[in-house]
C-alpha cells in the first residue's frame, strides 16, 4: 500500500499497531460510554455510524451500548487494527485503507472522528474536512486536541506527528451548512471517567 503523507505510513505500521495495546480494556470503554452520553445528548435518529479512523473499535463498543440497533461502519488504516475492528462491526463494514483514499458513497446519521484528525498532516485537511461532511447526513461529531491556532507538538518522540488547531472551526468555516450544536472539554484528570484532554464539537448538516 503505497501513501501520500509519511504520517498515514506510520499509523499504518508498527507504531500503529503498538498503539493498539494502550488503547483498549474495561475502563477505557467505560470512559468511552460517559463520553458519548455527554457529547451526543443533543443528537437524534443515529440509526447509522461512520467513524474515520476507528482502530479496534472501543469508540464504537461504547455507542452500541448506547444505541444497540445502530448499524456501524469504520475506516482503519493498520491491517491488525482492522481485523480486529471486523470483529466489532463486521468485516464487510470495515474500510481497512487510508481516510485519504476513502470515497464517500452514502451518507450516515454520524460521522464520528475522534484522536485522529491530531495526527493528520495538515496540508490535507481541507480533504479530510470534504470526506467528513460528504459523509454526514445527520451529525458530525468531532473530538480532537483543542487549540486556537495551529500548533505541532512532539508525540512520543517523534516530530510532526501530533498537530493541535481548531479542527471544527475549520470544518464550519469550510462548510457552512455544518452548524454548531454542543460543544465541551472531556479532562485526563477526571477522577471518574478520564478522556485524553479531548474538546468535543457535534455539528448537524442544515440545507
Not at 486536541?145 to 498537530?163: E, K, M, Q, T, W
Amino acid at each position: 500500500m503505497t501513501f501520500k503523507t509519511d504520517q498515514e505510513a506510520f499509523w499504518a505500521g508498527d507504531f500503529g499497531t503498538a498503539y493498539i495495546d494502550r488503547n483498549k480494556g474495561d475502563a477505557l470503554l467505560a470512559s468511552n460510554l460517559d463520553f458519548f452520553a455527554k457529547a451526543l445528548r443533543q443528537a437524534r435518529g443515529l440509526a447509522s455510524c461512520i467513524e474515520f479512523g476507528a482502530n479496534i473499535g472501543m469508540n464504537l463498543r461504547a455507542l452500541k451500548l448506547l444505541h444497540p440497533g445502530q448499524q456501524q461502519y469504520g475506516i482503519e488504516i493498520n491491517p491488525e487494527a482492522a481485523r480486529q475492528l471486523g470483529e466489532v462491526v463486521g468485516p464487510a463494514n470495515v474500510m481497512q485503507q487510508s481516510i485519504l483514499d476513502y470515497q464517500p458513497s452514502r451518507t450516515f446519521d454520524l460521522v464520528l472522528i475522534k484522536g485522529v484528525l491530531i495526527h493528520i498532516n495538515p496540508d490535507v485537511l481541507p480533504d479530510v474536512y470534504d470526506r467528513l461532511v460528504q459523509s454526514t447526513g445527520k451529525y458530525l461529531l468531532v473530538g480532537e486536541y483543542y487549540n486556537p491556532a495551529p500548533v505541532a507538538i512532539n508525540y512520543r518522540g517523534h516530530s510532526d506527528r501530533l498537530f493541535k488547531r481548531d479542527f471544527a472551526g475549520e470544518i464550519m468555516e469550510r462548510h457552512p451548512n455544518m452548524q454548531l450544536v454542543d460543544y465541551g472539554f472531556a479532562y485526563r484528570r477526571d477522577p471518574n471517567f478520564p478522556q485524553d484532554d479531548i474538546t468535543w464539537f457535534l455539528m448537524e448538516k442544515r440545507g
